[in-house]
Structures are given as C-alpha cells and as structure tokens.
C-alpha cells in the first residue's frame, strides 16, 4: 500500500502556541485539524511537510454559537458533521447545512472541519496523482515542475477551487476571524480567495483561521446550494452553485448573491446578480439573464471530472434553478431541440 | 434412489464464512505474516513503450534494509495465461509495453525501505512511438513499430473469421437490411482487495505462496515454467480472495517476483499493490468497436446476421485468444439465427493488458446485439419484447456455429420480467424523460474445455470421513466472494443429510486439494457440484450397504436425512450418521472417496469451436426504468428487474447476491466507469476515487427473479449464477434512455455530456476502422463429428 512518509506530529495546547510553531517552523510545518485531504496528500507527496502542527484539540476552535451579537460564530474545528446536523445552521443557513453535509462521505464528514473545507487545496487531476504518476507525466507547477499541464501556455496554475462550504459562506457575506501574531482580524470571505491555483488564498501564513462569522445581515435571507458531481457521495464538486437572496414583504428583491465553486482557482462571484435583481422584483426573464451571466463568467477546464464544456453549460442551468427554488417561481423545463422519436408514434 | 425433497439446496443459508468475513476474522493474503518477513515493490516503467538500454541495481542493493534486488535477467522465462500466447515476462528484459510494466522488483525490511530503494535503481531508456488506439494499431504495420515480436501481423495479436451457412443468400432473402455501430469502453474490476502474494521458500527446497488468485492451479504451472521448479515443489494456497471479477485470473508478475526473491534472500516476502498498481496490473474489459449488420423478415424474423469486433488488447495477450473469439460466440444462442457470418480482431497497443472481466468478451457484443435489436424493433414498429418472443432459441437445440442448447428458460425470464416490470403498461407510455428499456442474454456455465489442452477432469473433488462423523471437502476451487466453499458444504450436506455447518471445506490448496481450474467463466457451481455428487455417492454406497446390514432394511429403501440412516418406509428404523460412519470403517476400512468432472462432448469440430462451449446455457431478462433529467442529461436508474434462469438456485439468497452485485456492476459500465489514458500513455486517473464507480446511492431497488429449468447436465439441474446478470442489463439501460429522451448513445459509458450531445443532434456515430480479415473458416451444422476439440 501506499505508505504516509515519516513526520512529526505536535499537539500544541493553544491557538496560540499552535501559531508560534508554524511559525517558528516555516514552511517545513503544515497545520492539520481533521488530516482527511492532507494525509492522502502526503502519501502521493504532494505535501511534505516534516512537521504537522495539530489544531484538532484546540478549545478554542470548538462551538458553534448561534446568536451572537455579531452573527453566527462557528469554530473552525467543527466537523462537517456537526455543522450539517446543527439545528441552528439548518434553520438559517440550510445551504450551508446542505454544503457540508455534501462533502465526501460520512466518515470522512465527522473526522474533516469546516476550517480545513474552506481552505482545502485546489484540485486538478494532473496533480492529485501518486508521485510515481506525476513524474511519468512529467511535474507541474504546483508541485516538483515549472509549467502547468492543463494549459501549457498558462502563466498561472489552473488547479480548481473545490470547497462546498466557501461559496456558501461568499454568498452569505461571513467573514473569516484569522488568529495571526497580532492577535484576531476579521477578512470577508470574499476577499480571502484568489484566482491562482497555487496560492488560492490570500491569508497570511503565521494566520490561522479560529472561526467563521456569519453575519445578522445575513439571517433574513433565503438561501441554497446547488451541486454537481458524478455521484451521490465521495465527489468533490466539478461545479457548485451557492445563492442568497433577501425578499422584502412587497417580494422586492433587497440583496443577491450568486457564487460559483469549481469552475476557476477561486470561488466565482456573479456580479450581474445583484446588479440585475437588486431593487426589482425578479421574473423569470431576470433568472435567465442571470443564469446567462453566470455562464460566461464560469470558465471550467478540462482538468476533473466531467466534461468541461458540460459544466459551463450546466452552470447556466444550475444558477436558473438555484433562483428558482429562491424564488419560487416555477420555470419552464429547457425545450429539447430534437423532437422526441416516441412522440411520432403516439402512445 | 427414490426422489425425495431437498432438505439444504433451494434454502436460503447463511455463507459458510459468512461469520468470519463480517467479524474481521477472515485473514486475507495481506493479513498474513511471517517471521523475518521482507516487503517486496517493483519499479514500474513509467513510458509506455520503450526499449530498455540498461538497468543499474547497484545503489538500491547497497541501500540499508534491501535485501535483494531482481530485474528480468533473473526471470527470463516468459510466460502468460494462454499456452499459445507466452508473451509476458515477470520483469521487463529488453522492452516495455506499456506504462506500469515492471522491470525491477526489491525485497526489503519494509515497505518505505523498498519504496525509496526503487528511487535509486536507474533504468536508461530509449523511448519508442507509443500505440494507443486500436486504428493506430491496425494502421502500424511496419516490422519497426511492433509491440511483440512474435506474432504474425505487426500489432494484431489474433484475426479470426467465420461463416455459418449461406451469408449472401441469408441477407438476400431479408426484407430489410439494418447496420449499426458501438463501441463500450474499457473499465476494471475494482475489487476492494489490491492483489496480494506472500512467498516462503523452505530449507527442502520447497516454495510456499499464498496468493490473492483465482487460478490457483494455472498459477502453480506458470511458477514451475517460470521459476525452472517441478509443480511438486510448488504449493500455491489461494488466501481468500477479496473480490476477482476476473482481474485475479492471471499469473501475475508480483507473484513470480514474490517466489523468486524468496527463493534468494531465504525470507518470506510479500507484495501487496498499491490501488494505482492494480490499474497498471489490469485485464479488466477490452474496449471493443463493434460494427453489426442484420437482415431480416418485415415482421422481425432475422435472416442474416454479419459481426464484427475490434479488440483493443493492450501491451500483452493475457486471455486475449479467447476474448476475440467470444466476442463472437454467444450471439447465437438467444435466438434463432439461420447464417451468422463473424470477423474479430485483437490489436496490441501500448496500454496496461486487458482479459476478463465478469462476462468475458460477451458484455459488449450483447451490448451492441441488443441495442440493435431495439433499433430494429422500434424502426419496424415491434415491440422489442414481442420480437425476441417470436424467436428465441428452442431447447435440445444445435445453433448454427455449432453450440448446443439443453434448457432454456428465457421465455419464462422475458415473460417474467415483463410483467413484474409492467412492461405493456410503461413501454412508449410514461411521461417525457422517464423510460423502460428491455434486453435479454445468454451465458456459459463453464468453458467447455480448459485453458491448456488435457484431457483430465475439470474438477475434482475428495471427501474423508471421520469416526465422529465428521466429514471434510477437499476441493481445488477457489471462494472469490460468490461462495463456491458453500456450494461445497451444501452438496455434501444435501447428500449425507447433515447440517451444512457441520461440515468442513479445504480448499484452492494444490498440496491437498484435487485440481479445480479455477473460479471464472461461471464454472465452478456446475463443475464442482458434479464432483463433489459423484465423491458422495462412493461413499454413500458403503455407508448404506453397512446400514442396511445394521437395520435390516434394504439398501433401497434407505435415506439419509437429518444426521440420521434411515428406512424410507419405517423411518424410526435408523442409525445416526456417525455410528454408520463407524460400521463402515470396520467393514472397509479408512474411509475416503474421490469424484470428478468433465464436460460432455460438443457437436461442432472447427478450429475455433472451443469457445462458447458450455455445459449448459444461462439465461436472463433485463428491464430497466430510468428519468432523465433533459436539461442536465443526468439519468437516474429507478429501478432494474432481472430475471434469471439460474437452472436450481442452491441457495436463493446467494444467488440474488450475485445478481444484485451484477446488477450494480452493469450500471457502472452503462453509465460512468472508463478506462482512460492520455496521449502519454497514462491511465488519465488510477484512483478510487477519480476512478467513477457507483455508490450505494447510485444503486437502484433491484428485483430478482430466478427461474429454474433443472438442466440435466448441471448439479441438481444448476447453472451458472455469476456473470450472466450483468449481460442486459447495459443495453436496457440504453435503450431504456431512448425511450425516456428518444435519442440513442451507441457508446459506452453513457455519460451526461454525450447525452446532452445527442440531444442536440452533435454526437457523431461510432466510427469502425477497416481490416482485411482472413478467410473464414465456413461450417454448417451436422458438419462436425461427436467430439471435442482444441481452440
């Protein structure tokens, strides 16, 4: 079998302590909490850290506190577990409940956090190889090589961003409280990200994420997530799509929020939305401009699962029927342009 | 001996080794270990084709914890499943055929210590034009770009061509003449257990290996021809086998490399593969391109029937020989057909080696078979069932490549199927995006002849008896998950009347088990059974000449039942089965018996004739309800019936096992699972879990239905229960989706992006290259003389 490399694991009994070793460790260190992406990482050598730093024991990464002044605080140590199964996160956020409650499987969901989701490495199936496999294809840029496989001529690495949990989170407005040296600073989530495969986030590395604050605004507001894979469990996404949405009394949209996952190195924020639907009421010509715009800021590439010409075009289907279910208006089921041989014949 | 009612066969037990496989006790060949154990790895090629210039071993050799490091100087005896296509080696000597082909194995203290050593072996290669297609394999003729040596043609390993009855004149009578195209793609076997062997070499010279195999005994002749060590110094002990599905069917390289480095360092080594290794290792399902052309009657009588198959083989033969042909054998046992005309072909290319993978060579052709039969159904508008119905095959029947049927139960099956499935209700009725689609095959119990040419049993099974009563199997055959140790216990136990826990089974150990050729082509159940029936009876012979002694009864008015030796008429007038036991020991002596088994003799006597020879024919009926999502051409499979002729189920309960798992195997090939490569000759994702297999989620409500024809050739009238479920299931998934969206996909996997495709009117047909076959082989049945003959 393949067999994990030898390392030293540490157990700090702080946030803060854990902070000062990486630290003081440098990039030879990595943090793990639950070790469900990380060690199968480090089995292929694509990670390979000398020392994991554990932030899995950790008090104050734990609670999930739902009515905070602030928001919703939720610990970054969490299991995906508990927080599909809060009652709380289910009554408010059942996007975020159904998020991660969607990551791989169940046995994986109670050992992985919420942390380790929202920052869990991008993925491209030229480099979630053995080592064996990347150097018989010869290494990319994100690990061992200089140049990217999926797109030679690209500068940047094209790996794709593949949280659940991330998008939900941007939709939603929640900020991430980041633990560095100088002690807690809050960063919306969608600022943390970046469209770069190799460095898709834009935290400092002496900062570590304590919890997420889901924010009052955001308590009012409907919200989903939409998510396309091969199969009902295991599967990262290959396209996910996460939308919140306010409604006044009078059903005046107040607040629109559409964000991709799975289809660039970061999540994908589809600015039309708001711009289309704020301050209206939305019609079903409003989800399908919408729909369209989405589709052409999602840029899939042929580097997972599923064809990618397939998932920018079900990114157009997926955002019309993730506003649908926001909306509930009922949408017409996309006409099929080639006649149906059964219906030659009548029944 | 009077008929009496089963007391075991036909009862839904529990597996003999249920208890231990659910309990974690089951100690598979990874499970074991052995004092001064050393861990073997072998170091991959990691081009798909090249010649190997040099190898240096010197610094891995010299690297703490190694003890011994091979390349293929040491093995150079080649070796290979078929005794006709010898073509692999343990260890790569002068070239490599595809990406994963070994060329250097280490024993070492551990697993890390032989990974890291491998990083110090430096192999200087010269890399060759790889051949990944089978049209770049047929169009490479030149001497210089071929991948074996040995065979004829450069890149064809074997063309084959026959012609039953009059093919010009067959179609000439046809009204209408349809022509299809397919192509199903290559997929593994994904068994949960990675291939495994452990091998110990004593100081008498004898070698030891347990071995994750289905083939035990075709694995104790490739070690002796290999390793240059009579079979008498060879004992091959198949550990319990974590799941085969066929891909455990080969003597395998780490097996050699295993034996051979214990035999230098004197320690026992073992080599487990990496999930990655068993997608490099592979024999799973040919990727076939299938071009077919039918002839028939306005009212759905075929006339003519011409098929073709393409066969991208891989770098090596494995069973290779035998898939060609059966890609063309059981077309012809479904139903009627008057003139079947065939041409296959196996191409090498430089891909990891494809053999056989649950249905052998005959999934894609029913594939194919299947689904053009729909189209013709639905383009003369027929009813697909009502078009098979009005033809099937007829029992004690001769086909005309010259296969004989006994039993047939596939009218029961399709009549069965159809109305549990509601078929006339549903077929062209339900709402736009949901489907019913309907499909029927044959399989073989058993190949009617063995994979080397002798003419000894095909099984063999002994019983020993023991003064307390107890009584011990010994059988070659080999438990791969489908039960065969059961099968085993509930003969002899139906035949002693004893429980069938208290009965013990050795088997798939060549120091004290009979020869069993293995567990694949659904033989075992048959074969086995047989032999163990015969074996019994021997010994019930004596059992009862001393009972009726005892009793004072006439022999043939005896039973044995409930543990006991009774008279039939006067049933309290008995002995138990141990004290009967002890009788006739006194009276004979130590008591033992042996049975064996071979396959009847076949009509047909043409080279070639071997293949789709069988004891007896399966049968099933397939139909699959499924939604299609027409907007995202998700399909969803709502639920499938099957149904079986299975001739007697031993055991229901195992046999719906079987039919289930098949049932979720046939969905995997029909809708995701694909063997892939890059243009660099890379499997484009040798994971679990990139790799798409169904989940439990994926997996439809699945409902058996078993129909028992009791076939006079099989054990208790049973067939086979293993492979043939899968077989209709793939094309009614197709044809199911032609009724839900009314587009057809020709080509498997049947993937949401090629359906949307379709929908749009953008998926291209399935192309087909053209090869200038050989010269058939014609025949015509009555042709052939009453015996049986070398493939």
């Known amino acids: ?347 | 001996m009077r008929e009496k009612k089963f007391s075991v066969i036909g009862k839904p037990l529990r597996k003999v080794d249920a208890l231990a496989k659910s309990t974690g006790d089951t100690r598979y060949a990874d499970d074991l270990e052995l004092s001064r154990m050393l861990y073997g790895k072998l170091l991959r090629s990691p081009l798909p084709h090249a010649r190997i210039r040099g190898i240096k071993t010197d610094r891995a050799a010299k690297l703490k914890g190694v003890y011994a490091v091979i390349t293929g100087a040491d093995l150079p005896e080649r070796f290979g499943i078929m005794p006709s296509t010898q073509d692999e080696e343990a260890l790569a000597g002068e070239k490599v055929r595809h990406v994963g082909d070994p060329v250097a194995a280490v024993a070492a203290s551990s697993e890390a210590v032989a990974e890291e050593s491998l990083k110090l072996i430096e192999v200087d290669y010269e890399p060759l034009k790889p051949i990944l297609s089978i049209e770049e394999a047929l169009a490479c003729t030149e001497e210089s770009e071929r991948i074996h040596a040995w065979n004829r043609r450069a890149n064809i390993q074997k063309a084959v061509s026959f012609e039953f009855g009059d093919v010009v004149q067959g179609f000439a009578q046809a009204d209408q003449i349809f022509e299809d195209t397919f192509f199903f793609q290559g997929n593994a076997h994904l068994p949960m257990e990675q291939h495994c062997a452990l091998a110990q070499y004593g100081p008498e010279d004898k070698l030891t290996i347990w071995s994750s195999t289905q083939t035990p005994h075709y694995l104790h002749r490739a070690l002796s021809k290999v390793l240059k060590l009579p079979m008498s110094r060879i004992r091959v002990i198949a550990a319990p086998v974590g799941g085969g599905f066929g891909g455990k069917s080969d003597p395998f390289s780490h097996e050699m490399c295993a034996s051979k480095l214990a035999m230098i360092t004197g320690r026992p080594v073992k080599f487990t593969l990496t999930r990655e290794e068993t997608f490099y290792v592979h024999r799973g399902r040919h990727p076939v391109k299938m071009w077919i052309r039918t002839g028939v009657k306005n009212d759905g009588t075929l006339q003519a029937m011409h098929f073709r198959s393409f066969l991208d083989g891989g770098g090596y033969s494995s069973y290779g020989l035998a898939t060609v042909y059966y890609t063309g054998a059981l077309q012809t046992v479904s139903y009627k057909l008057p003139v079947y005309k065939f041409e296959g072909v196996r191409v090498f290319t430089n891909k990891p080696p494809c053999g056989p993978k649950r249905g052998h060579g005959t999934p894609q052709p029913r594939f194919a078979l299947e689904v053009h039969l729909d189209k013709i159904a639905d383009k003369l508008g027929i009813d697909p069932v009502e078009l098979r119905l009005k033809q099937l095959v007829e029992p004690d029947s001769i086909t005309v490549n010259g296969l004989r049927v006994s039993t047939t139960g596939l009218r029961e099956c399709i009549e069965k199927a159809a109305a549990r499935a509601e078929w006339k209700k549903k077929f062209h009725q339900l709402p736009y995006g949901r489907g019913i689609g309907f499909a029927a095959s044959a399989y073989i119990s058993g190949a009617g002849l063995p994979i080397y040419w002798n003419g000894m049993p095909h099984s063999g099974v002994q019983i020993r008896l023991d003064r307390g009563g107890g009584i011990t199997v010994f059988c070659g055959s080999t438990d791969i998950g489908q039960g065969s140790d059961s099968i085993l216990a509930y003969v002899v136990a139906e035949e002693f009347g004893v429980d069938p826990a208290d009965i013990r089974v050795v088997t798939a150990d060549t120091d004290l088990t009979p020869v069993d050729l293995g567990s694949y082509s659904s033989r075992v159940t048959v074969m086995t059974g047989n032999a163990a029936i015969q074996a019994c009876r021997k010994l019930k012979e004596m059992l009862f000449q001393v009972a009726g002694e005892a009793l004072e009864v006439p022999v043939d008015d005896l039973e044995m039942a409930e543990g006991k030796v009774r008279s039939q008429s006067y049933p309290k007038r008995a002995i138990s089965f141990a004290e009967c036991v002890e009788k006739a020991e006194t009276k004979f002596g130590t008591l033992g018996a042996t049975g064996s088994y071979s396959p009847p003799k076949y009509p047909a006597n043409y080279k070639g004739s071997g293949v789709g020879l069988t004891p007896a024919y399966s049968y099933s009926a397939s139909i699959v309800e499924l939604s299609c999502d027409p907007e995202t051409a998700e399909i969803k499979v709502e639920k499938v019936w099957i149904a079986h002729d299975c001739g007697r189920a031993f055991n229901p309960l195992l046999v719906e096992g079987q039919s289930e798992g098949s049932v979720y195997m046939a969905l995997g090939e029909a809708l995701m699972e694909e063997q892939v490569f890059r243009k660099n000759g890379l499997h484009k994702f040798p994971s679990i879990l990139d790799y798409k297999s169904p989940t439990t989620l994926e997996t439809p409500e699945i409902e058996t239905i078993l129909i028992e024809t009791n076939d006079p050739e099989g054990p208790y009238g049973a067939k086979e229960a293993g492979q043939g479920f899968l077989l209709p299931v793939i094309p009614a998934v197709a044809n199911a989706l032609f009724d839900a969206i009314g587009v057809r996909i020709d080509e498997l996997p049947i993937t949401p992006d090629k359906v949307l495709r379709a929908l749009e009117g953008r998926l291209k047909p399935v192309s087909v290259p053209s090869f200038d076959f050989p010269p058939p082989i014609k025949w015509r049945p009555g042709e052939g003389v009453e015996v049986p003959q070398k493939s």
């Open chain 1, 1 to 347: 079998m393949l067999r994990l490399p030898d390392f030293t694991y540490i157990r700090p009994k702080s946030l803060k302590e854990a902070g000062r070793l990486l630290a003081e460790l440098g990039p030879e260190a990595m943090a793990v909490a639950g070790g469900t992406d990380l060690y199968p990482k480090m089995k292929r050598g694509q990670f390979t850290p000398r020392y994991l730093v554990s932030l899995r024991f950790l008090p104050e990464l734990r609670g999930i506190r739902p009515g905070s002044k602030e928001g919703m605080w939720i610990g970054a140590g969490e299991t995906l577990t508990v927080v599909a199964k809060n009652p709380a996160v289910n009554k408010r956020f059942p996007a975020l409940a159904h998020a991660a409650g969607s990551v791989s499987t169940p046995a994986l969901r109670n050992m992985g956090t919420i942390g380790g989701n929202v920052f869990v490495d991008t993925r491209c199936n030229y480099y979630d190889q053995t080592f064996f496999w990347r150097q018989a294809a010869g290494f990319c840029m994100k690990k061992d090589g200089d140049i990217c496989l999926v797109a030679p001529k690209s500068k940047s690495c094209l790996a794709v961003f593949s949280s659940d949990t991330a998008p939900v989170l941007c939709s939603l407005g929640a900020v991430a409280l980041l633990a560095g040296p100088d002690g807690l600073r809050k960063l919306p989530f969608e600022q943390i990200y970046r469209d770069d495969g190799m460095h898709f986030v834009t935290k400092r590395d002496d900062e570590l994420l304590r919890a997420i604050l889901i924010p009052r605004a955001a308590f009012g507001q409907r919200n989903v997530y939409l998510k396309l894979r091969r199969r009902g469990s295991f599967d990262f996404p290959v396209l996910g799509v996460a939308a919140a949405m306010a409604l006044d009394r009078e059903g005046i949209c107040r607040s629109a929020r559409v964000v991709l996952t799975a289809v660039a190195s970061a999540p994908v924020v589809v600015e039309e939305a708001s711009r289309l639907l704020e301050g209206k009421k939305v019609s079903r010509e409003m989800i399908e401009a919408v729909a369209e715009a989405a589709a052409k800021v999602s840029h899939p590439v042929d580097n997972v699962d599923l064809d990618y010409w397939y998932r920018k075009r079900m990114t157009r289907v997926y955002v019309k029927r993730a506003l649908a279910e926001l909306t509930g208006l009922k949408l017409e089921t996309e006409k099929v342009p080639q006649e149906p041989v059964k219906d030659e014949k009548g029944p």
